[in-house]
């Protein structure tokens, strides 16, 4: 059964750069399956960052942007600041209706 | 504006059933699939079952796969995921979310909770 896979935890600092990886346990992630990133601070739904690869969902700042690289698909926020400090889930289609969540990775910014 | 607002949720035991709601406004309902996504405490989002537009198409993820039923009024505005057999592993917060092409969930309901326990 293939599994998307994430980072469980990651740091950044305060006006520093991360970037969030989401691959497969088997085989890469490649654009048709539409890479999404969603972010979820605590106790609230989940915001939509990012789909289809690297377009930015309306109103979401240029700091966030998404790409493939090499086999995974990828989530770089810059000048990262304290309120993005939250749950950042990679999403896959998988087509024929299923979806296939990663398991979050919890950003820290200090 | 888009609203997505779940409602049904609680308390029920072990075996029991549990019929959620979604009421949808700001968007033409019936022109999209709509989904079920929930989240067990302190764990990762988790792809629950999806209804095309006119409810033609039906999916689920194998862990409820002959539990849970999806289903949808168009002429109400309201989505619908009746829960039978609910077993402790199904407590989570379900959110109701809509999906639109290229593939994404754009607009998120804020969730509601479903406790299964004895």
């Known amino acids: 059964q293939t599994v998307v896979t994430q980072e469980a935890s990651f740091s950044v600092s305060p006006g520093g750069t991360v970037t969030l990886t989401c691959g497969l346990t088997s085989g890469s992630v490649l654009t048709t399956y539409y890479p999404s990133w969603y972010q979820q601070a605590p106790g609230q739904a989940p915001r939509t960052l990012i789909y289809?690869?690297?377009t930015r969902s309306s109103g979401i700042p240029d700091r966030f942007s998404g790409s493939i690289v090499g086999d995974k698909a990828a989530l770089t926020i810059a000048g990262a600041q304290a309120d993005d400090e939250s749950d950042y889930y990679c999403?896959?289609?998988?087509?024929?209706?299923?979806?296939?969540f990663g398991g979050g990775t919890k950003l820290t910014v200090l | 504006e888009v609203q997505l607002v779940e409602s049904g949720g609680g308390l029920v035991k072990p075996g029991g059933s549990l019929r959620l709601s979604c009421a949808a406004s700001g968007f033409t309902f019936g022109t999209y699939t709509i989904n079920w996504v929930r989240q067990a405490p302190g764990k990762g989002l988790q792809w629950v079952s999806s209804?095309?537009?006119?409810?033609?198409?039906?999916y689920y993820t194998d862990s409820v796969k002959g539990r849970f039923t999806i289903s949808r009024d168009n002429a109400e505005n309201s989505l619908y995921l009746q829960m039978n057999s609910l077993r402790v592993e199904d407590t989570a917060v379900y959110y109701c979310?809509?999906?639109?092409?290229?593939?994404?969930?754009?607009?998120w309901g804020q969730g509601i909770l479903v406790t299964v326990s004895s």
């Open positions: 209804i095309s537009s006119t409810g033609s198409y039906i």
């Open positions: 979310a809509r999906s639109s092409s290229p593939p994404k969930f754009d607009y």
């Open positions: 289809n690869t690297n």
């Open positions: 999403v896959l289609y998988m087509g024929s209706g299923v979806w296939l």
